[in-house]
Nanobody, 122 residues
Framework: QVQLVESGGGLVQAGGSLRLSCAAS????????MGWFRQAPGKEREFVAV????????YYADSVKGRFTVSRDNVKNTVYLQMNSLKPEDTAVYYC???????????????WGQGTQVTVSS
């Protein structure tokens, strides 16, 4: 089992920044690729970013590329999502998740956090 706890969400104006954190505990979390997903009201959960086990390789959704950066600290068992130039359409609940495959598809993730709300005002 891997337990994931997100933090860092909040209310920010358009153009602002937030950094989300995802603290992992339990079964060695560094064995997993870590992804970020988000879900806006009335919409399906969508992929945002993923980072591999080593922290070397990353991949982003086109909608956030160039604005968001995913990173991880395997000593602290924490994954981060730095979000810059935020837009109102980034408003959603953000989830971190652990996967053995590092995919961009939610069903391929084994463990999920409870989510943290990000609200971007215009």
């Amino acid at each position: 089992q891997v337990q994931l706890v997100e933090s860092g969400g909040g209310l920010v104006q358009a153009g602002g920044s937030l950094r989300l954190s995802c603290a992992a505990s339990g079964r060695t979390s560094r064995r997993y690729a870590m992804g970020w997903f988000r879900q806006a009201p009335g919409k399906e959960r969508e992929f945002v970013a993923v980072i591999d086990r080593s922290g070397v390789n990353t991949y982003y959704a086109d909608s956030v590329k160039g604005r968001f950066t995913v990173s991880r600290d395997n000593v602290k068992n924490t994954v981060y999502l730095q979000m810059n130039s935020l837009k109102p359409e980034d408003t959603a609940v953000y989830y971190c998740a652990a996967s053995t495959t590092g995919a961009t598809i939610a069903p391929l993730y084994d463990y999920w956090g409870q989510g943290t709300q990000v609200t971007v005002s215009s």
